[in-house]
Structures are given as C-alpha cells and as structure tokens.
C-alpha cells in the first residue's frame, strides 16, 4: 500500500461534541435577507453573528442554495432567523463530497464518512485507494484529497480570539494539495498560509494553486488561477496564473518557470454515444498553445483523467501515459454523463492546467415490448433528446415512439433537439415459429384440381405479411402457378392439381429460414354441408306436471255439520294434472300459458268428488346450476272454474330439471296455488265462510323441446 499524504496542522485542544445545525421550522421567527454585492455566505455570518462559522445557519434555513460553495448574486433572498443560532459548538468545515473508501477520525474512533459531514478542530479525513473527498471550510476555501490522502481539520487559531476556520496554517509533510481558495465575495481574500516540511512557506491567494512535496523534500508550488507568494528563509517569489516555482533545501528559489499549455482536443469525444450495456470512450489531443511571447515547455507524459462528476471528484479513469500517446481510449463505461480532461506534464515533472472539458453521455436504451403484438419502444435516459429513424429530434420522456420491430429502425440521440445526433441501429425481431391454415377450393365438384387459400400467422398470432414466402406442397400434387398474396392480409393463393389415389395433403410454408405445415387438406369429394338455421319453433317448449298434495283451507276440509252452516266438503288431497306451453324470450326466461285440472276426492262416500278447472298466464325462470341441472322459478295468475262458479286464482312454484339431452328434461316440482273467494258479509263471522281455497302438491315435470341446429 501506498504511503499516505498527510496533512497537518499545530493541535489545539477542542471540543468533540458534534454542533446540531437547525433547520428552521416554519412557526420559527425569520427574516429575509437580500443578498448584497460581495457576499458570501461567511460574510453574512459574521456580519449578523458575529462568527463565520455559522454560515452552516445559512445553508439549514436556505436547502435550495444546493452544494456549496454557494455563489449568491445581488438581489437574491435569503431566509434566516431573526436571533442567533444557539450552537455551541460550529463546524469548522463540511465534507461536501465524497466517492468510494472515505473514513473520519475523532480522537481514537474513526467511522466511514457520511455525505456533507461537519468536521471540527482535530478531525481527521483519509482516503484510500480509488476514493476523493473535498473539505469546505466557513469561508469557502476547499481542500481536494485524492487517494491515499489524510487531513487534519484544526484552523487557524492566534491570540486569544480563535479565527474563522480554513485551510490556513497547514504543514504539508508530503504528497500533493491542491487548493481552491474563495473567489466567490469578488473582493480580495488575504492569502493563506500553508508550511511545507522543508520549511517553505507558501501564501495561497484567490484561485487554483497546487502544493507538492517529493520525496528529497523539495517543495514545488503550481498556479493555475489567482497568484501565490512563496517564502524560503529571506527570499520571496511571487508566482502567477500559467507559472511554478521549486524550493530545494539549501538552494535559492529558482525563477518561476512556465507551465506547460493546456492541452487541446483534436477530437473530443462525441456528446452522446451509444453502449449495450458499455461504451468505449475515444477522443484525440494534442498540446496547446501559450500566449504570445512565452514558450511552453514539451511535454513528457499526460495525465488523462474520466470521472462521473464535473469536479472530478468520482473519478472512473486516472492514468498517465507518455506524450506519443496522443489517444484518450476508456472501455466499459457504463451508462450515465461523464467528463473527460487531459493535462500536460513536462520533464521536470511541472504539470499544466488542465484542457477544457469535454463531457459525453452513455446511453444503453433497452427494448421494452408493448401491448401491441411487434411494437416495441426503447427505454432511454431523460437528458437526451431521441428520435426513431429520420423523425425530429425531442426531448426524452423515458422512452421512444412505438416502432415495429420486424422492420430494421436507426435510434437517434443528442443531448439537445438541435445537436449533432448520434445513431445506433435497431436489428428487426425474427416472427419466431409460424403457424398454418390451409383451406381446398375446388374448381368443379369432383375434380382433382382446385386452389389453396393458406392463412400465414407469426408467433404473436398476427397475420404475416412479409415478402418472400414459399408454399411447398408433397409428392403427388402439382402446383400450377407461383403464390400470390390475396385481397386479405396474411392469406395466400396457390393452384394445385393432385393424383386420384391423393385423399388427403398437407402445405409447408417457408419464410426467413422458418417453416410449418398445414393440417391436412381433404382432396376427395367435397360436399356442402347442411347449415341449419335457429327458428322461431325452437324457442318453444311444452312441459306438463302431475302432482298430488293437500288442501289447506279449514271451509274446503270441514265435515263437520255443525260448522259453516252446514256445509260438509270433507276435502283433503287434491291431484294435479297441469299442461304448459312456453316460449323462451331469453335462454333462461320464458313465458308460458298454463292449464291444469284438480280433483279432489270427497272424505265421505257419499259426496261427489270436487273438480277445479285453472288456465293461467305466467313466466318461468330457469337457471342453469350445471350442464345438466337447472334450478326452475315460476309464477301465474288467471281464471279458475269450480262447478257454475267463476273465481281469479294465482300460483307459484319452484323445482329443478335434470337434462337427458337437447330436447327432454324432467324433475321435482313444488307447488302451491289459491283460488280467492268473495267476501260473504251476511255469514257467521267466526265460521270464515268466505276463506280462500289453498293447497299444496308435489310432483314431477317433463319438459319437450325442438333443439337448436
């Protein structure tokens, strides 16, 4: 394992408790700020709290300021509490940043790091292999750590009165610092100071600067943006913006030499580039050119650097390779947005800026089937604009326009409606197994030739309509002619003639290396079949009943000759016979007319039997419970005629029919049935004279049917 950098500065003895930033609640009392020229978020702490610590106030109470640092434009508001924040303890700094194998100490206990952390005096940041953390301090400076790379955060402290933390003070042992100082409150920021373990002092200004120390120790300060001071014993070298400097134990401070030129693309790679389910990323560079009238040194190697986020913080590619390499060339690169730089470092081991950035997307669209049978849409990322074939560009909604995947397509994509697309073929989807339906025309009744109507269908059950389809037929039938599709999609015609001893034969289509054959055809002697049509015959039915009960009525069952003046009916069993005729107006529906006769046998020998005449009209309901039960529901009213006497009666039944086939079915049936009798006003009123005559039977039913054809 690599030795790791280190950073570090003086300790002082600090508090471990960890500040409990608010948030702001909506029932706290606020103000509104408006931003004005020059601030920064540490400004505004200081000038209302007094501490720039608590510009970590400033982002609880304004989430949508995002990732800091924050650049605030004049004019803009800001919501912040009215008092100030009881925090008794503020971070000196957050982790804003963090990819991979990223741990922070405290004291003796150490944890894995958690995204915008807040860091106090004599906390510790370590990376490891592959892994970048960045450190925002209160007033917006920021610490870079890339692999193997250990920081202690501590601040500036002088005096009695501790200062605003950052990345001042700091003792550079080893390794490499890069540093962006606060730019942000467009005024000047006094330089920072940072001591390296030769004892060179270098004052960081606004901007970009990078602090390295080698293994002799020698301490070489690179400025890319803004201008630092460096210091070793009583010399002083002021270094700007494109120059650096190497401070060697022993030896004066050489003057400031000038940084290799940013590098340039000769073809970057391209905006949107298609991989499934990875893409190689290519693009070609060149060196670049410094203003006029310096030099810029030649490059030794180059530095390429590929990294999922724009502060190359995540970083999917970090390699050096000598200057004839002239080739960026990263493979597997999974989908997503990446950016890609490249910077020169020449024979003293001066490295340059950086060249412009050049950011490609990968896209992986995936095929995604609809409901439809072959049509398909592609699954695409939301910050491309697409288009199937020569369609306009639009932006993305997750996925493409429907296309029919039988037919090859080109998949279009950039990053705007109006850029340069890329394009990645669609391969068409094979029909997968097909399908046969083979049908025999016969020219004349008899003959041995006639023509095949086939039915082509895919795998989906779709009709197939695609150009060059074979219809081979065996041995023993000719074809008379080459196929031809007919009027109806996916149906084709083709004429044979077949031997005598031919009776049956089957067809095989061919198409795109499938095949299939047919069910066998019937070559012989056709006729046509006898189609019966539904008539209005068959919605009639004829059931007839027989039953036999009792009556249920006191008047009806009296043989007592004291009672109801005298009149002796002695009846007790009544017998059924019941005829009728109905008409289904649904399958399980039908009205019927309904005839029936009743006797009922007299309890004395001498008492003639009774007789009951009864024709009705009513309805039936007749659900099937099975195929072959159905559960019977019925109901009438009409005309019942008992001796000279014409009276209204009404019935109601239920039963069940088991069904012997297409035309018959019998079964229980359970009736009951009442004859209403006029009031009598002149009658004993305790006799009930005037009482309905009602009775109960039970029996069996036969139902007859024409069948349906």
Same mark, same amino acid.
């Given at each position: 394992?690599?030795?790791?950098?280190?950073?570090?500065?003086?300790?002082?003895?600090?508090?471990?408790? $960890?500040?409990?930033?608010?948030?702001?609640?909506?029932?706290?009392?606020?103000?509104?700020?408006?931003?004005?020229?020059?601030?920064?978020?540490?400004?505004?702490?200081?000038? #209302?709290?007094?501490?720039?610590?608590?510009?970590v106030?400033?982002?609880?109470?304004?989430?949508s300021?995002?990732?800091?640092?924050?650049?605030?434009?004049?004019?803009?508001?800001?919501?912040?509490?009215?008092?100030?924040p009881?925090?008794?303890?503020p971070?000196?700094?957050?982790?804003?940043?963090l990819?991979?194998?990223?741990?922070? $100490?405290?004291?003796t206990?150490?944890?894995?790091?958690?995204?915008n952390?807040?860091?106090n005096?004599?906390?510790?940041?370590?990376?490891?292999?592959q892994s970048?953390?960045e !450190?925002?301090?209160?007033?917006?400076?920021?610490?870079?750590?890339?692999?193997n790379?250990?920081?202690?955060?501590?601040?500036?402290?002088?005096?009695?009165?501790?200062?605003?933390a950052?990345?001042?003070?700091?003792?550079?042992?080893?390794?490499?610092?890069?540093?962006?100082l606060?730019?942000?409150?467009g005024?000047?920021?006094?330089?920072?100071?940072?001591?390296?373990?030769?004892?060179?002092?270098?004052l960081l200004?606004?901007?970009?600067?990078?602090?390295?120390?080698?293994?002799?120790?020698?301490?070489?300060?690179?400025?890319?943006?803004?201008r630092? $001071?460096v210091? #070793?014993?009583?010399q002083?070298?002021?270094?700007?913006?494109?120059?650096?400097?190497?401070?060697?134990?022993?030896?004066?401070?050489?003057?400031p030499?000038?940084?290799?030129?940013?590098?340039?693309?000769?073809?970057?790679?391209?905006?949107?580039?298609?991989g499934?389910?990875?893409?190689?990323?290519?693009?070609?560079?060149?060196?670049?050119?410094?203003?006029?009238g310096?030099?810029?040194?030649?490059a030794?190697?180059?530095?390429?650097?590929?990294?999922?986020?724009?502060?190359?913080?995540?970083?999917?590619?970090d390699?050096?390779?000598?200057?004839?390499?002239d080739?960026?060339?990263?493979?597997?690169v999974?989908?997503?947005?990446?950016h890609?730089?490249?910077?020169?470092?020449?024979?003293?081991?001066?490295e340059?800026?950086?060249s412009?950035?050049?950011?490609?997307?990968?896209?992986?669209?995936?095929?995604?089937?609809?409901?439809?049978?072959?049509?398909?849409?592609? *699954?695409?990322?939301?910050?491309?604009?697409?288009a199937?074939?020569?369609?306009?560009?639009?932006?993305?909604?997750?996925?493409?326009t429907?296309f029919?995947?039988?037919?090859?397509?080109?998949?279009?994509?950039?990053?705007?409606?109006?850029?340069?697309?890329?394009?990645?073929?669609?391969?068409?989807?094979?029909?997968?197994?097909?399908?046969?339906?083979a049908?025999?025309?016969?020219e004349?009744?008899?003959?041995?030739?006639?023509?095949?109507?086939?039915?082509?269908?895919?795998?989906? +059950?779709?009709?197939v309509?695609?150009?060059?389809l074979?219809?081979?037929?065996?041995e023993?039938?000719?074809?008379l002619?080459?196929v031809?599709?007919?009027? *109806?999609?996916?149906?084709?015609?083709?004429?044979?003639?077949?031997?005598?001893?031919?009776?049956?034969?089957? !067809?095989?289509?061919?198409?795109?290396?499938?095949?299939?054959?047919s069910?066998?055809?019937d070559?012989?002697?056709?006729r046509?079949?006898?189609?019966r049509?539904?008539?209005?015959?068959?919605?009639?039915?004829?059931?007839?009943?027989?039953? !036999?009960g009792?009556?249920?009525?006191?008047?009806? /069952?009296?043989?007592?000759?004291?009672?109801?003046?005298g009149?002796? #009916?002695?009846? +007790?069993?009544?017998?059924?016979?019941?005829?009728?005729?109905?008409?289904?107006?649904?399958?399980?529906?039908?009205?019927q007319?309904?005839?029936?006769?009743?006797?009922?046998?007299?309890?004395?020998?001498?008492?003639?039997a009774g007789?009951?005449?009864?024709?009705?009209?009513?309805?039936r309901?007749?659900?099937?419970?099975?195929?072959?039960?159905?559960l019977?529901?019925?109901?009438?009213?009409?005309?019942?005629?008992?001796g000279s006497?014409? $009276?209204?009666?009404?019935?109601?039944?239920?039963?069940?029919?088991?069904h012997?086939?297409?035309?018959l079915s019998?079964g229980?049936?359970?009736?009951?049935?009442?004859?209403? /009798?006029?009031?009598?006003?002149d009658?004993?009123?305790?006799e009930?004279?005037?009482?309905?005559?009602?009775?109960?039977?039970?029996?069996?039913?036969?139902?007859?049917?024409?069948?349906?054809?």
């Amino acid at each position: 394992m690599r030795p790791l950098r280190a950073l570090a500065v003086a300790l002082l003895a600090a508090p471990w408790a $960890r500040a409990q930033v608010p948030r702001g609640g909506e029932s706290e009392a606020t103000i509104t700020y408006t931003v004005r020229a020059g601030d920064t978020c540490a400004s505004i702490a200081q000038r #209302l709290w007094r501490d720039r610590r608590l510009s970590v106030v400033v982002d609880g109470y304004n989430p949508s300021l995002g990732r800091r640092p924050h650049r605030l434009r004049p004019g803009m508001t800001l919501r912040l509490p009215r008092r100030r924040p009881n925090i008794a303890n503020p971070p000196d700094a957050n982790l804003t940043a963090l990819h991979n194998d990223v741990e922070v $100490r405290a004291g003796t206990a150490r944890h894995r790091a958690r995204p915008n952390e807040q860091l106090n005096q004599g906390y510790q940041v370590q990376t490891a292999d592959q892994s970048t953390a960045e !450190v925002t301090f209160a007033d917006d400076s920021q610490l870079r750590l890339y692999a193997n790379t250990a920081v202690v955060i501590l601040g500036d402290t002088s005096g009695r009165t501790r200062r605003t933390a950052s990345a001042r003070d700091t003792t550079l042992q080893t390794g490499a610092l890069r540093a962006f100082l606060g730019e942000l409150a467009g005024r000047n920021q006094p330089q920072l100071p940072v001591t390296t373990a030769n004892g060179t002092r270098v004052l960081l200004g606004p901007g970009e600067t990078q602090v390295e120390v080698d293994p002799a120790r020698a301490t070489t300060v690179s400025v890319y943006r803004g201008r630092s $001071r460096v210091r #070793l014993r009583r010399q002083t070298v002021d270094v700007n913006a494109g120059f650096a400097v190497r401070a060697e134990e022993g030896r004066p401070i050489a003057f400031p030499r000038v940084l290799p030129a940013a590098p340039v693309w000769r073809a970057a790679p391209p905006e949107v580039l298609f991989g499934a389910p990875a893409a190689t990323v290519t693009g070609s560079f060149g060196p670049g050119a410094l203003p006029p009238g310096r030099t810029a040194p030649a490059a030794a190697t180059w530095h390429l650097q590929l990294a999922r986020d724009e502060d190359f913080g995540d970083l999917l590619l970090d390699a050096r390779v000598p200057a004839s390499v002239d080739r960026l060339e990263a493979r597997d690169v999974p989908a997503g947005r990446f950016h890609a730089r490249v910077s020169a470092v020449d024979a003293e081991r001066f490295e340059g800026p950086y060249s412009p950035v050049a950011s490609v997307t990968v896209v992986s669209p995936r095929r995604v089937p609809t409901a439809r049978a072959h049509r398909a849409v592609m *699954e695409l990322p939301p910050a491309v604009a697409c288009a199937i074939d020569d369609a306009p560009l639009a932006p993305s909604t997750g996925v493409s326009t429907p296309f029919d995947t039988l037919e090859a397509h080109r998949l279009r994509c950039a990053l705007t409606p109006t850029g340069t697309a890329a394009e990645a073929p669609i391969e068409p989807e094979g029909l997968g197994a097909l399908r046969v339906v083979a049908h025999l025309d016969r020219e004349t009744s008899g003959a041995s030739e006639g023509r095949l109507r086939v039915l082509v269908l895919d795998r989906e +059950g779709e009709r197939v309509t695609r150009p060059g389809l074979r219809l081979v037929v065996p041995e023993g039938v000719t074809a008379l002619g080459a196929v031809e599709p007919s009027a *109806e999609p996916g149906v084709y015609l083709l004429a044979v003639r077949w031997t005598v001893a031919t009776a049956r034969f089957a !067809v095989r289509a061919e198409l795109e290396g499938l095949h299939a054959e047919s069910a066998a055809v019937d070559a012989r002697v056709q006729r046509p079949p006898v189609v019966r049509l539904p008539t209005l015959w068959n919605r009639f039915d004829l059931r007839g009943e027989a039953g !036999v009960g009792l009556v249920l009525s006191q008047y009806q /069952q009296n043989a007592d000759p004291s009672r109801f003046e005298g009149n002796l #009916l002695s009846l +007790g069993l009544a017998l059924r016979g019941m005829l009728h005729l109905g008409f289904r107006v649904t399958p399980t529906v039908a009205l019927q007319l309904s005839a029936s006769q009743l006797v009922f046998p007299s309890g004395q020998s001498e008492l003639p039997a009774g007789l009951a005449n009864e024709y009705q009209l009513g309805a039936r309901w007749a659900p099937r419970l099975s195929r072959r039960v159905s559960l019977t529901l019925e109901g009438g009213a009409g005309v019942a005629f008992t001796g000279s006497l014409v $009276r209204f009666g009404l019935s109601a039944a239920a039963g069940a029919e088991v069904h012997l086939g297409r035309a018959l079915s019998l079964g229980p049936v359970l009736r009951f049935a009442q004859v209403v /009798q006029p009031d009598a006003p002149d009658a004993d009123p305790t006799e009930n004279i005037d009482e309905d005559a009602r009775y109960l039977t039970v029996g069996l039913q036969v139902t007859a049917r024409l069948p349906e054809p």
